[in-house]
């Protein structure tokens, strides 16, 4: 089975500040992808950043980026220059490889992250 | 172009009722999952749908039961509704074929059992 554990419940930036959420997971799998997603008050999840476990480099979109520790099975997100829309519940999320058998979503229980101006 | 849709917002219902909670994914994906989640925890995978088969199922008990219709929308079915059941639930689409595995997800139904 797969577990995700994100350690952080709540975690807080100054605005412009970087800040980095933590997460941790385990699998006997060799090939998967990890996920970030982000979940505002508004409720809609919207995905933050991909990481296919084969690739060595770690994923970056404008502000977001991974540290990536494969052996470790550790998988940080940093965000870098915060800004208040940034405020959310972020959720770190494991996939398998999908199969015939599906592309089921395994989530932590997700760090509450509030940007103070 | 629209992405996933879910309807109802929000529901309540008393205990031991039924309920069906509706998904339409976005355009072009096949495949539709749902997920429970629960408040302050994260979405807990319920089954997926593809070619209008459940392909996959989590945890959860008969209770919970799907649909996926020719044109790819859904249907999520919670019988004898239990206390325990108020929860967000969410819907999410993907492609079958394609590279980036992402899924999109609805803004949910919350549902409140009462």
């Known amino acids: 089975a797969q577990t995700v554990t994100q350690s952080q419940p709540e975690m807080s930036v100054q605005e412009a500040e970087t800040v980095t959420l933590s997460c941790t997971y385990d699998?006997?799998?060799?090939?998967?992808?990890l996920f970030w997603y982000k979940q505002p008050p508004s409720r809609q999840m919207i995905l933050v950043i991909r990481?296919?476990?084969?690739?060595?480099q770690n994923a970056t979109e404008n502000r977001f980026s991974v540290n990536f520790q494969k052996a470790a099975k550790s998988f940080s997100l940093k965000i870098s220059d915060s800004q208040l829309g940034d405020t959310a519940m972020y959720f770190c999320a494991f996939m398998k490889l999908p199969g015939y058998h599906g592309n089921q979503f395994y989530f932590g229980t997700g760090t509450s992250l509030t940007v103070i101006p | 172009d629209a992405g996933v849709t879910q309807s109802p917002t929000h529901l309540i219902k008393t205990r031991g009722q039924q309920v069906t909670l509706r998904c339409s994914p976005k355009?072009?994906?096949?495949?539709v999952s749902w997920y429970q989640q629960a408040l302050g925890q994260g979405p807990q995978f319920i089954f997926q749908?593809?070619?209008?088969?459940?392909?996959q199922r989590g945890n959860f008990p008969d209770r919970f039961s799907g649909h996926q219709f020719p044109n790819y929308s859904s249907e999520l079915n919670v019988n004898a509704l239990l206390l325990g059941d108020s929860a967000l639930y969410l819907c999410a689409s993907s492609p079958q074929v394609g590279d980036s595995y992402e899924q999109y997800f609805g803004p949910g139904t919350r549902l409140t059992v009462t």
């Open positions: 699998t006997s799998e060799s090939n998967y992808y």
């Open positions: 355009s072009g994906h096949d495949t």
């Open positions: 990481q296919e476990a084969y690739k060595q």
């Open positions: 749908y593809y070619e209008e088969e459940e392909r």
